[in-house]
């Protein structure tokens, strides 16, 4: 594996390494070839990159029509102009028919979107994407995991959606650490006080918030939950079941993503406590640390969070 | 088929889908008599088709854009032997029935691509004609969209990308019957000038009498040969063809018809035999 830094340079080289070897797998632009980091992507495999011009809809309509004939297109471009823009493309024309069609959305969150502000900087997709049926729903934590998050989406039968930022998420898994089909990943064990469960690029911020919290005396578990709605939560229903505080952290809205997914595994298997730490409002421009800072993400307010839950 | 057969094999398809409404007790039947003369060349004449092998790779596609008029769709398929048996009644509409509202991909077998969500055609037979290209299969994708669909911008990004690749195995047929659902294209947008529009995009363009079966497949001949364009015919349709009180009359767009019409339709379609 060549070596890369962030999750559009995750992709983008999971692309390349894939394409050496699978002729079905092709690029589908929506002008996105800079924003994906795919340019020597197409330079070296001309053939497998079709550019549309700025149309999003035509991206997911020609994908599905490819798709339709054999072939594995990957749509990428900002998180909205997927998710929002191309919406019903995505599900009347990929998810409805169940077509192999793959789509990775960049800028996602806060921390994706940054200093665009709100207009490229998106925190809807997963609620919009958790309504469609047989959608796979992939949020990898960091640029590691995007990378094999990208490959594990190539050999997932039907429609399957990567969650990807802009390069500004901190890398907290091995290069080599592979992409968990359980759907979660233990990564620290200090005590069943409260479980935390992380989703995306704020992994980093709520593995430093444990350690705040032990330093207060207060011991919790942290889990990475890389796959949303998935068809076995066995193993985060386990982990569920030794606490009774859960805490989700998601730099996405309060509604729709892991909250609303942990939410729901807590209603239907064994009622418990679940305090949501995600947005309610709109985001705005700004640095990247200080806007999740700013927006409730500080590894001192998840902790501040959480402790004040377990008073 | 010789042309006076394609002509009969229209007007049988025709009563078909009248027949699969009237039973049906829904659906758009004007849109799909409009249509008819088309389908019926397509697949009785032009498309290279295998229907014990709906999913062979070499076929030529189709798509109906303008999925509303799906009854026709359905009745050739049929009668074209996708079904085994051909069906007597097609419970279109109805709760479990393989014959949904608009075509579907995994419900019915010959239908290659889900539709009915007006504007997506183009840009998805674009993409079957791209792969196509890429997997070097000599196949044609062909697609119907109607006059007033032409109206929904996403249409015009799929012209854009087949223009720019050069798909000359795309052919697009433009059902130009001149009415929408709410009436008039042109009452509605102000003008109904697709010819002009899709050659200023960079298509190959032809404009024909939708009802001539001769002029249809020679205008297929013609968008074949055309090198390096995607092709769109222009056909001037007449909405609710064949049937004398559906022509022309757009409170066919959607409708049902009395045991009346019913008889009149067994008389004009089916030579009196229902």
């Known amino acids: ?311 | 088929m010789n042309t006076a057969e394609l002509k009969q094999m229209a007007d049988h398809l025709r009563f078909v889908a009248v027949d699969m409404v009237y039973r049906g007790k829904d659906g758009h039947p004007g849109p799909a008599l409009s249509i008819a003369d088309i389908v019926a060349t397509l697949y009785y004449d032009q498309m290279r088709i295998d229907p014990s092998r709906p999913d062979w790779e070499d076929r030529d596609r189709f798509i109906l854009s303008k999925g509303h008029a799906c009854p026709i769709y359905y009745a050739a398929l049929s009668e074209r032997g996708y079904f085994g048996e051909k069906v007597t009644d097609f419970h279109l509409r109805a709760l479990g029935s393989k014959f949904q509202g608009h075509p579907v991909m995994n419900k019915t077998k010959g239908v290659d691509m889900t539709s009915g969500s007006l504007g997506n055609g183009i840009a998805i037979g674009a993409g079957m004609a791209l792969a196509g290209k890429y997997r070097h299969k000599d196949y044609h994708v062909f697609v119907i969209v109607g006059d007033g669909e032409l109206q929904e911008g996403i249409c015009w990004e799929g012209i854009n990308l087949a223009a720019g690749q050069r798909l000359d195995n795309l052919i697009v047929f433009a059902d130009k019957n001149n009415w929408q659902s709410g009436g008039s294209v042109a009452d509605t947008i102000g003008s109904n000038n697709i010819k002009e529009r899709f050659e200023a995009f960079g298509w190959h363009t032809q404009e024909i009498d939708g009802h001539d079966i001769d002029a249809i497949r020679a205008a297929i001949k013609a968008a074949k040969e055309a090198q390096g364009q995607p092709s769109v015919i222009v056909c001037n349709c007449v909405k609710g063809k064949g049937l004398s009180f559906m022509e022309n009359d757009n409170v066919w767009h959607k409708g049902v018809p009395t045991d009346e019409q019913y008889k009149i339709a067994v008389k004009e379609l089916a030579g009196g035999i229902e």
């Not at chain 1, 060549?2 to 050496?20: I, P, S, V, Y």
């Not at chain 1, 700025?54 to 490819?66: K, N």
């Open chain 1, 1 to 311: 594996m060549a070596d890369f830094k962030g999750t559009r340079e995750a992709f983008a080289q999971a692309l390349l390494d894939m394409a050496e070897d699978h002729d079905k797998i092709l690029f589908v632009s929506p002008d996105s070839l800079k924003a994906m980091r795919a340019t020597k992507f197409a330079e070296l495999h001309p053939d497998q990159y079709v550019e549309v011009g700025i149309a999003e809809q035509c991206a997911v309509d020609a994908a599905a029509g490819l798709a339709a004939a054999g072939l594995i297109p990957f749509v990428g471009t900002y998180v909205g102009f997927l998710t929002m823009r191309a919406c019903e493309q995505m599900r009347t024309f990929v998810a409805y028919p169940n077509l192999n069609v793959k789509f990775v959305g960049i800028n996602a969150g806060l921390l994706g979107g940054e200093r665009e502000g709100v207009t490229h900087q998106f925190y809807e997709d997963l609620g919009i994407l958790s309504t469609m049926p047989n959608f796979t729903i992939l949020t990898p934590a960091d640029g590691p995991q995007t990378y094999h998050a990208v490959k594990a989406a190539a050999s997932i039968p039907g429609p399957v959606y990567v969650r990807a930022g802009s390069g500004r998420e901190i890398d907290v898994y091995a290069k080599d650490a592979p992409f968990s089909p359980d759907g979660i990943t233990v990564w620290k064990n200090y005590g069943t006080d409260a479980l935390l469960l992380s989703s995306g690029f704020v992994l980093d911020r709520t593995l430093a918030a444990a350690e705040i919290l032990k330093a207060q005396g207060i011991h919790v578990t942290v889990a990475d939950i890389n796959i949303l709605y998935g068809r076995n939560p066995e193993k985060i229903l386990a982990e569920m079941a030794r606490v009774s505080q859960i805490v989700t952290v998601e730099d996405h809205n309060i509604n729709g993503g892991l909250g609303s997914y942990i939410s729901r595994l807590a209603c239907e298997n064994e009622p418990k406590r679940v305090k949501r730490i995600a947005l309610t409002t709109f985001g705005e421009s700004g640095p990247a640390k200080e806007l999740a800072d700013h927006y409730g993400f500080s590894p001192e307010a998840i902790a501040k969070t959480t402790a004040d839950c377990l008073k």
